[in-house]
T-cell receptor, first 109, second 115 residues
Framework: AQRVTQPEKLLSVFKGAPVELKCNYSYSGSPELFWYVQYSRQRLQLLLRHISRESIKGFTADLNKGETSFHLKKPFAQEEDSAMYYCALSGTGRRALTFGSGTRLQVQP | NAGVMQNPRHLVRRRGQEARLRCSPVKGHSHVYWYRQLPEEGLKFMVYLQKENIIDESGMPKERFSAEFPKEGPSILRIQQVVRGDSAAYFC?????????????FGQGTRLTVV
């Protein structure tokens, strides 16, 4: 069975502070990991995926297979980063996504 | 390209009625996924369809729920004899017919309220 855990429901930081949104997963094979973001009143959209190894809007995430983690990081938070963030996993041979319960990021001025 | 369109955005049904949720995928996308989000929870996979085929329905409740994606027209998620526990946001996503785990594009969801 595959499972994604986001331990924090809410993360509140001040503008300019570093941000780390935690994501841990359990899966016996080689997963593909994603971060999705949902800004207020907008649809869920892909932020980044581990196979791309890219930085989007200053966010990065590294897959750590030893710790089964895929934490999302940004060195300096901006107010416009305030949103719901969902970590998701796709298993071998499956297109469907398994989502974590989400973390609400609040960036205060 | 209007993206994934879901309608209605809000749906209110009395217990025992039927709910029909529609999803029009991105033009050219032949893969559709339905997810359900209960309050304070993440999205839970329900069903994955390609045109005229159900590929994976491992997340669908065994009774009262059905889904289709006909050759022409939108995908439909149908809930018969709704109960209060069916109240949730239902999201549809679509992806093109290429390699697995291609980015899925999400609709804005249908919020179902059963009264």
């Amino acid at each position: 069975a595959q499972r994604v855990t986001q331990p924090e429901k809410l993360l509140s930081v001040f503008k300019g502070a570093p941000v780390e949104l935690k994501c841990n997963y359990s899966y016996s094979g080689s997963p593909e990991l994603f971060w999705y973001v949902q800004y207020s009143r907008q649809r869920l959209q892909l932020l980044l995926r581990h196979i791309s190894r890219e930085s989007i809007k200053g966010f990065t995430a590294d897959l750590n297979k030893g710790e089964t983690s895929f934490h999302l990081k940004k060195p300096f938070a901006q107010e416009e980063d305030s949103a719901m963030y969902y970590c998701a996993l796709s298993g071998t041979g499956r297109r469907a996504l398994t989502f974590g319960s989400g973390t609400r990021l609040q960036v205060q001025p | 390209n209007a993206g994934v369109m879901q309608n209605p955005r809000h749906l209110v049904r009395r217990r025992g009625q039927e709910a029909r949720l529609r999803c029009s995928p991105v033009k050219g996308h032949s893969h559709v996924y339905w997810y359900r989000q209960l309050p304070e929870e993440g999205l839970k996979f329900m069903v994955y369809l390609q045109k005229e085929n159900i590929i994976d329905e491992s997340g669908m409740p065994k009774e009262r729920f059905s889904a289709e994606f006909p050759k022409e027209g939108p995908s439909i998620l149908r809930i018969q004899q709704v109960v209060r526990g069916d109240s949730a946001a239902y999201f549809c996503a679509s992806s093109p017919p290429t390699a697995r785990n291609t980015e899925a594009f999400f609709g804005q969801g249908t919020r179902l309220t059963v009264v």
